[in-house]
């Protein structure tokens, strides 16, 4: 099971502070889509200059243009590109192409999906690296988390690994951890914290006495 921190606020600056308190102890850094959006994939290429042996999610959620916004985030730098999993499966065929040519893996994010393991079912056989349970940012304060979703399509893979994402907090690790997915991914409850590198090995221990 690997730990992912998701950097989504500010800039390029931002997300370097960051990366130099905890990319020892985590798996996978990922440039978030609110940095994205702000600074286009510049985030990613100044992370990869940084750290060239670190693995980096540009979490761009391609819903459109697949091939092109795959490229570009692989040319940034990018070893894990994601896509929304509510676009046409023609999109989603056109990323994990343009990615795997790079010899890259792509995340395809489960977020809004109202059908999870129809969908699942879907990703799994075209070639999907990553399918991601995410309870979205805005969805969060009503309760709502990822595990009922998660144990979904846990059960539906075959091929794919599981990641999961949204809201992830001391609350719900352990209850998530238990269900064994492949990759859990922290954002706000890492990267707000005071001593972020603290609160990372505090996951990482819960992690591991779970495995």
Do not use: F, W
């Given at each position: ?9 500010g ?11 905890v990319y020892d ?36 959620k391609?819903?459109?243009?697949g091939s ?8 940034a730098?990018?070893d894990?590109v ?11 065929s ?30 799994d056989?075209?070639?999907v ?6 309870t979205?940012?805005d ?11 998660l144990e ?5 893979v075959?091929n794919?690994?599981?990641a ?13 951890a ?14 707000n914290?005071?001593?972020?590198r603290?609160?990372?090995?505090k ?5 591991k006495?779970?495995?």
């Amino acid at each position: 099971m690997k730990l992912q921190v998701a950097v989504d606020s500010g800039g390029r600056d931002s997300l370097l502070r960051m990366a130099e308190r905890v990319y020892d102890l985590v798996d996978i850094i990922e440039v978030g889509t609110p940095m994205i959006i702000l600074d286009g994939q510049n985030p990613v290429r100044a992370l990869r200059n940084k750290y060239p042996a670190a693995c980096i999610v540009s979490d761009t959620k391609i819903m459109d243009g697949g091939s092109t916004e795959a490229q570009y985030a692989c040319e940034a730098g990018a070893d894990i590109v994601t896509v929304l999993a509510v676009s046409s499966l023609k999109t989603i065929s056109a990323v994990v192409s343009e990615v795997h040519r790079y010899s890259k893996q792509v995340l395809a994010d489960l977020i809004d999906v109202q059908d999870v393991v129809r969908r699942t079912k879907q990703l799994d056989a075209m070639g999907v690296d990553y399918i991601c349970v995410h309870t979205a940012y805005d969805v969060q304060p009503t309760g709502v988390t990822p595990l009922a979703d998660l144990e979904k399509v846990m059960a539906t893979v075959k091929n794919s690994k599981v990641a999961v994402a949204g809201g992830i907090s001391k609350k719900t690790i352990r209850e998530v951890a238990k269900m064994g997915p492949d990759l859990v991914i922290i954002g706000g409850a890492i990267t707000n914290a005071v001593d972020p590198r603290t609160e990372v090995e505090k996951y990482r221990k819960i992690i591991k006495r779970t495995l």
